[in-house]
């Protein structure tokens, strides 16, 4: 469900910062904070059974990279993704990446904010087994996701499955 209200935007703020940067968040991993997120910033969660399980955020295409600079995100970016910890294992981060290239089906390129964490590129490597398709439209990308600033997730798996070493970076 689409981010709207005022009272959702308040279960976003609630499920990232206090389930997760308090309550589930390893306190060994400072990569993986999530700062919260501006009402400008377009995101979803999900609901099972009444509850709010997770969310995800993406950055719109043609929306400012950040304050202080006049550069725009050149594709839709899935930003961060969550699930609640006992909701994991479940398929609910490939169904958010499904939504995700869902909402964008004109864009032929989508990109997945660097650095993508080992658990989000086993969501990768699910959703691009299960959907081929997608797999020439998914790139890690660093800001604004110009060429020079992107590497393909499907590549990266495929390095990663035959045991030799992804690229640096995006």
Not at 89 to 95: D, F, K, S, T
Not at 148 to 163: C, E, F, H, M, Y
Request: hydrophobic fraction near 40%; aromatic fraction near 10%.
């Amino acid at each position: 469900m689409k981010v709207q209200s005022f009272g959702e935007r308040i279960v976003l703020f609630v499920l990232n910062v206090v389930i997760f940067g308090r309550l589930e968040r390893s306190l060994d991993d400072d990569a993986m904070f999530f700062l919260p997120h501006s009402g400008k910033e377009q995101a979803k969660i999900l609901w099972r059974d009444g509850a709010a399980v997770g969310f995800y955020t993406t950055k719109a295409k043609g929306s400012l990279c950040g304050d202080g600079t006049g550069s725009c995100y050149l594709l839709p970016v899935l930003d961060t993704v969550f699930v609640r910890r006992r909701h994991r294992g479940q398929g609910l981060g490939v169904a958010m990446l499904r939504d995700f290239c869902e909402t964008f089906p004109d864009d032929e390129a989508l990109g997945v904010s660097w650095p993508i964490s080992p658990a989000m590129y086993q969501v990768c490597r699910k959703f691009l087994l299960a959907h081929p398709e997608e797999q020439a439209r998914l790139w890690e990308v660093e800001p604004p996701g110009a060429w020079g600033q992107r590497g393909s997730i499907w590549l990266k798996v495929q390095l990663q499955q035959a045991g030799l070493p992804a690229p640096e970076s995006a």
